[in-house]
């Protein structure tokens, strides 16, 4: 088999050794699609990094791998976790994977169905609690401090070396920098990761120029724009529906240094851009996926980006991962007779 994962096509960049047990799905090597759509709507060159494709359906399986795997090397039976939906999704099945039990902590009713199915069937303990994430992920803090468990959350800093592989990619895929990098910020795990990335091709000569960090949060969600915490978070776009990031002050770093931005989009521009890409792109993401594109959108309509530019949007996670908010928003089927004529007629021929 020629490709083997992260791990092992960048292994000499991250944090393993010949003892380390790999635990792969062969994650990673995803599409990166140029949109023509989308580039000719916006006068610059627009791909869409699409992480939906990835084998749990969200970019969290190259932060996963490597953090059961180091999990599974120190000889942990259990991890644990916080979860608006995919990180709990893709835990699960690498838990599974390399043997071990999983524990999952949700915020009650805030989780997508295609999400939960997979932490479910998967096998891993669910727990959901009233509360937001971020009391979750706080719950999940102080069960790793007291119990024999591995908090798999952004905070375990393997997540973030192997989501920087998600960088990489995208230079050896491209064959060039690109000028803005979009992607949505939720607990800011992977802005964090996606530059750590960049700045490490850069030290190692593998790139001569970085390019300008671009977040978006979910404007009912916002606490890195507003500049505080946000106690109640809400948005429709449930995956970044957090209001205190555990990356904070990195993610501000990544903007910071990139000379890029973290600014926010509404839901109605979210629900707009992800109708527009599947629909004329025919990618399917996920709400929180498209705040990538309806930012880019937005910031060009501000003149803020000019034309002509590079862009690479992160497609964090799949459609199906949310089929209640695709069936709310989209176009409901028309019932008719089941006959040629009554198609026809429908179509106008
Ligand atoms: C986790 C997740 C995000 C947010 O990523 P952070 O690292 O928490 O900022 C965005 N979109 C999807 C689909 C996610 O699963």
């Known amino acids: 088999m020629k490709y083997k994962g992260v791990i092992e096509t960048y292994r000499k960049y991250l944090p393993v050794t010949e003892k380390t047990p790999v635990i792969t799905f062969y994650e990673g090597n995803t599409p990166l699609i140029h949109s023509k759509y989308l580039s000719e709507l916006t006068k610059c060159e627009v791909y869409l990094k699409y992480e939906g494709a990835n084998p749990t359906g969200s970019f969290k399986d190259r932060g996963m791998t490597l953090a059961i795997s180091k999990a599974k090397e120190k000889g942990s039976k259990a991890v644990i976790c916080a979860s608006t939906g995919n990180t709990s999704a893709s835990a699960a099945a690498y838990a599974c994977r390399a043997d071990m039990d999983c524990i999952v902590i949700i915020p009650k009713g805030k989780i997508a169905l295609g999400k939960l199915s997979q932490a479910i069937m998967h096998g891993a303990k669910v727990f ?95 606490p890195i724009v507003l500049g505080h915490p946000v106690n109640n978070p809400e948005t429709i776009a449930t995956a970044i529906r957090i209001g205190n990031p555990a990356s904070w002050k990195t993610a501000e770093a990544a903007r910071d240094q990139s000379g890029g931005s973290i ?87």
């Open 128 to 222: 959901e609690v009233d509360g937001n994430f971020d009391q979750a992920l706080e719950l999940v803090r102080e069960m790793g401090e007291k119990y024999p468990v591995e908090i798999v959350n952004s905070i375990n800093p393997f997540r973030i070396e192997g989501q920087k592989t998600g960088a990489f990619e995208v230079y050896d895929q491209l064959g060039a920098v690109p000028d803005y990098f979009c992607l949505p910020v939720g607990n800011a795990g992977n802005i964090t990761a996606y530059w750590k990335g960049f700045k490490e091709y850069f030290d190692n000569k593998k790139i001569s120029k970085l390019p300008k960090m671009t977040g978006f949060q979910a404007a009912g969600s916002a």
């Open 263 to 349: 600014t926010s989009v509404t839901d109605d521009e979210i629900i707009e851009a992800y109708k527009l890409v599947a629909g004329k792109v025919g990618v399917f993401c996920e709400p929180a996926s498209a705040a990538s594109v309806a930012g880019l959108l937005k910031r060009r309509k501000e003149g803020k980006i000019p034309d002509q530019q590079l862009v690479v949007c992160v497609l964090t996670g799949h459609g199906l991962k949310d089929p209640d908010t695709a069936i709310k928003t989209g176009q409901k089927p028309k019932s008719i007779l089941c006959n040629t004529a009554a198609v026809a007629r429908e179509l106008g021929y």
